[in-house]
T-cell receptor
Framework: AQKITQTQPGMFVQEKEAVTLDCTYD???????LFWYKQPSSGEMIFLIY??????QNATEGRYSLNFQKARKSANLVISASQLGDSAMYFC???????????FGQGTRLTINP | DSGVTQTPKHLITATGQRVTLRCSPR?????VYWYQQSLDQGLQFLIQ???????AKGNILERFSAQQFPDLHSELNLSSLELGDSALYFC?????????????FGPGTRLTVT
């Protein structure tokens, strides 16, 4: 069965520092997609970044990048130059083609301190 | 704004009652997904529809049902409500079965069962 593990329940970071949120995954399918979502206190789920299992390059979207290490089955999210508005829950998720659904980790609560 | 709309935003009802949650996907998206987010279970996939047909089922209780209409909006019906059904219910949409895998989430409906 597919599984996502986020081992950091909470993280505290100083503003302007870079932060890495850990995510490891488990699947036997060779084809899969990995996602990161942000959930601020208001509750909505905001799509941040996507990495396909066959993508050669690590995905980047503005200040977000995904450190994809396929052999280690990890897909860590890196946020550069953190801002106060980055304080939120962050979820790593995996999608298996054909299965359609997203499997989510338990999330990491990130707090950016001024 | 993801382009996915959900109504109502909040819903408070009593045990044993029935409610209907509504979702309108992004323009052009054929797939609709329903997820439940609760404190003890995290984010769980409930069900997926593609162009009016049920495509995948997850941890959806028999008391719950969903449908997708010809105009592609979807409704999630929850009946015989229990206290444990209190949760944030998300609808997400994506472009289709074989297209980019991003799922864009609506703002959610917060259901409180008293």
């Amino acid at each position: 069965a597919q599984k996502i593990t986020q081992t950091q329940p909470g993280m505290f970071v100083q503003e302007k520092e870079a932060v890495t949120l850990d995510c490891t995954y488990d699947t036997s399918d060779p084809s899969y997609g990995l996602f990161w979502y942000k959930q601020p206190s208001s509750g909505e789920m905001i799509f941040l970044i996507y990495q396909g299992s066959y993508d050669q390059q690590n995905a980047t979207e503005g200040r977000y990048s995904l450190n994809f290490q396929k052999a280690r089955k990890s897909a860590n999210l890196v946020i550069s130059a953190s801002q106060l508005g980055d304080s939120a829950m962050y979820f790593c998720a995996m999608r298996i083609p054909g299965a359609q659904k997203l499997v989510f980790g338990q999330g990491t609560r990130l707090t950016i301190n001024p | 704004d993801s382009g996915v709309t959900q109504t109502p935003k909040h819903l408070i009802t009593a045990t044993g009652q029935r409610v209907t949650l509504r979702c309108s996907p992004r323009s052009g998206d054929l797939s609709v997904y329903w997820y439940q987010q609760s404190l003890d279970q995290g984010l769980q996939f409930l069900i997926q529809y593609y162009n009016g047909e049920e495509r995948a089922k997850g941890n959806i209780l028999e008391r719950f049902s969903a449908q997708q209409f010809p105009d592609l909006h979807s409704e999630l019906n929850l009946s015989s409500l229990e206290l444990g059904d209190s949760a944030l219910y998300f609808c997400a949409s994506s472009g289709g079965l074989a297209v980019p895998y991003e799922q864009y989430f609506g703002p959610g409906t917060r259901l409180t069962v008293t």
